[in-house]
């Protein structure tokens, strides 16, 4: 078991799926920075693209996302369009240049579109960037699955998905505002299967209302009972003063910080025992599986997704609140669905905010998610290494660090306090925030 180490975990920390993080955007970045990026890239240099849809047919409590209800068919169908378009703009600058290999669809709720749609989208894709044979991910809400998704998934390509369950408990889920029954995500699994779509991530969750050690455990035991090749556990983050609609959720029935310490790490260590492998500081993995062949192989990389084993530095952001990523920049587009059609319609692409990465970001950026992906940092390009020591101190006392040089190792215990570690790297950290969540 680990130890518990309150004083590491009083500071609210990133989750570092970029470097900066969203928190440093301002509107210093626009158009102008999203083509000279696109202007940088090479005719064989390998893009990943992302495609959000912004949409849900029903809205969780709990949920951060930037997303709305699509209960009219008109708002889906102007959203569309402007997908539509924005492809075209990136199409047109890009030029036929680089390949992409990777396309992710997140939201909000992909599968809140009709299937149809969803073909349409791939199509237009594949045919305005030239894509062949790509590696496809979709996130799925399970509430919103049918077979002729899981038909419309295979025909398209898709080879991987993850599906939002966070809890099998009814009284959790009834909790959060997400209810769906075992049967029905038995369901999504057996027909996704049943198309030869066999990888497939479960979003789990601890520290949930009314969520104890046992009803954890009982999740858990159904992920493994239905073989998801990977699990996403997270802790869930309450923020009601930045995300209103958590105010619906019962803050007196939450786990307190050491109960959360424990839940996820009893479900770490049941975890490990059911033959999974941790990927990160909070993924499970299947031996084999794309993600574990990633972090033995040195391939792992973390995104806006997550961990994840698209190994790409360039990554084109698609749709409203869409963050693209590159070497030098990190943009994200207009956040408003209405004025994100609007600058499309106009021809123009709709990056409003972001960060121009300069080489220095780009070296503790480098460090931060060698931390997070393999426990190991070699810091020396920071340079520096006495003064990093000396804030380390506690974490190096308390044996959950070592030195081997300039190389920052951290020992299997310090994977609670892996973003605590890797914050001491992160220029832009100056004082505790609220913006962000707790790392466990």
Same mark, same amino acid.
Not at 58 to 79: D, F, K, M, S
Not at 233 to 250: C, E, K, M, N
Not at 340 to 345: P, Q
């Given at each position: 078991?680990?130890?518990?180490?309150?004083?590491?975990?009083?500071?609210?920390?990133?989750?570092?799926?970029?470097?900066?993080?969203?928190?440093?955007?301002?509107?210093?970045?626009?158009?102008?920075?999203?083509?000279?990026?696109?202007?940088?890239?090479?005719?064989?240099?390998?893009?990943?693209?992302?495609?959000?849809?912004?949409?849900?047919?029903?809205?969780?409590?709990?949920?951060?996302?930037?997303?709305?209800?699509?209960?009219?068919?008109?708002?889906?169908?102007?959203?569309?369009?402007?997908?539509?378009?924005?492809?075209?703009?990136?199409?047109?600058?890009?030029?036929?240049?680089?390949?992409?290999?990777?396309?992710?669809?997140?939201?909000?709720?992909?599968?809140?579109?009709?299937?149809? /749609?969803?073909?349409? #989208?791939? &199509?237009? *894709?594949?045919? =305005?960037? !030239?894509?062949?044979?790509?590696?496809? +991910?979709?996130?799925?809400?399970?509430?919103?699955?049918?077979?002729?998704?899981?038909?419309?998934?295979?025909?398209?390509?898709?080879?991987?998905?993850?599906?939002?369950?966070?809890?099998?408990?009814?009284?959790?889920?009834?909790?959060?505002?997400?209810?769906?029954?075992?049967?029905?995500?038995?369901?999504?699994?057996?027909?996704?299967?049943?198309?030869?779509?066999?990888?497939?991530?479960?979003?789990?969750?601890?520290?949930?209302?009314?969520? /104890?050690?046992?009803? #954890?455990? &009982?999740? *858990?035991?159904? =992920?493994? !009972?239905?073989?998801?090749?990977?699990? +996403?556990?997270?802790?869930?983050?309450?923020?009601?003063?930045?995300?209103?609609?958590?105010?619906?959720?019962?803050?007196?029935?939450?786990?307190?910080?050491?109960?959360?310490?424990?839940?996820?790490?009893?479900?770490?260590?049941?975890?490990?025992?059911?033959?999974?492998?941790?990927?990160?500081?909070?993924?499970?993995?299947?031996?084999?599986?794309?993600?574990?062949?990633?972090?033995?192989?040195?391939?792992?990389?973390?995104?806006?997704?997550?961990?994840?084993?698209?190994?790409? &530095?360039? *990554?084109?952001?698609?749709?409203?609140?869409?963050?693209?990523?590159?070497?030098?920049?990190?943009?994200?587009?207009?956040?408003?669905?209405?004025?994100?059609?609007?600058?499309?319609?106009?021809?123009?692409?709709?990056?409003?905010?972001?960060?121009?990465?300069?080489?220095?970001?780009?070296?503790?950026?480098?460090?931060?998610?060698?931390?997070?992906?393999?426990?190991?940092?070699?810091?020396?390009?920071?340079?520096?290494?006495?003064?990093?020591?000396?804030?380390?101190?506690?974490?190096?006392?308390?044996?959950?660090?070592?030195?081997?040089?300039?190389?920052?190792? *951290?020992?299997?215990?310090?994977?609670?306090?892996?973003?605590?570690?890797?914050?001491?790297?992160?220029?832009?950290?100056?004082?505790?925030?609220?913006?962000?969540?707790?790392?466990?």
């Amino acid at each position: 078991m680990w130890t518990y180490h309150p004083h590491l975990l009083e500071q609210p920390v990133p989750r570092y799926t970029s470097y900066p993080t969203a928190a440093e955007f301002s509107d210093a970045v626009g158009p102008d920075e999203m083509c000279r990026a696109l202007g940088l890239i090479g005719e064989k240099d390998r893009l990943s693209l992302y495609v959000h849809i912004p949409y849900c047919q029903e809205i969780c409590w709990y949920c951060g996302c930037n997303t709305g209800v699509a209960n009219r068919p008109q708002r889906l169908a102007h959203y569309l369009e402007a997908l539509d378009l924005e492809i075209g703009l990136i199409a047109q600058r890009l030029g036929g240049r680089g390949q992409v290999s990777h396309i992710a669809f997140g939201g909000g709720s992909p599968n809140a579109i009709k299937p149809i /749609d969803f073909v349409r #989208l791939v &199509d237009r *894709l594949v045919t =305005a960037f !030239r894509i062949a044979r790509p590696i496809v +991910s979709v996130e799925l809400d399970p509430r919103g699955f049918t077979p002729e998704w899981a038909q419309v998934l295979s025909l398209t390509g898709v080879n991987r998905v993850s599906l939002g369950v966070q809890s099998f408990s009814p009284a959790v889920q009834a909790a959060i505002g997400r209810v769906q029954p075992t049967d029905l995500i038995e369901n999504c699994v057996a027909q996704l299967r049943g198309r030869q779509i066999d990888n497939i991530n479960f979003d789990l969750m601890y520290g949930l209302p009314g969520q /104890d050690d046992a009803i #954890l455990l &009982d999740t *858990l035991s159904e =992920a493994v !009972r239905l073989k998801a090749t990977t699990i +996403s556990l997270f802790g869930y983050a309450h923020v009601p003063h930045l995300i209103p609609r958590q105010r619906r959720i019962d803050a007196t029935a939450l786990p307190d910080v050491r109960a959360r310490f424990d839940q996820a790490a009893k479900g770490h260590a049941f975890l490990l025992e059911a033959g999974y492998v941790p990927v990160g500081f909070d993924h499970y993995a299947l031996p084999g599986s794309p993600l574990a062949l990633a972090q033995k192989d040195g391939t792992l990389r973390r995104n806006f997704q997550g961990f994840t084993a698209d190994p790409h &530095d360039s *990554l084109i952001g698609i749709g409203a609140t869409a963050i693209s990523s590159f070497p030098g920049l990190l943009a994200q587009n207009e956040k408003n669905t209405g004025r994100y059609r609007m600058l499309v319609s106009a021809g123009r692409l709709p990056a409003s905010r972001g960060i121009l990465r300069s080489p220095e970001d780009q070296r503790r950026g480098h460090v931060i998610e060698q931390i997070l992906c393999f426990g190991r940092a070699n810091i020396a390009p920071l340079g520096d290494t006495p003064g990093y020591r000396h804030l380390l101190e506690r974490h190096e006392a308390l044996g959950l660090i070592r030195w081997e040089g300039d190389q920052l190792i *951290l020992s299997p215990e310090a994977r609670p306090y892996a973003r605590t570690i890797a914050v001491v790297f992160d220029k832009w950290r100056q004082a505790t925030t609220m913006q962000f969540s707790h790392a466990i």
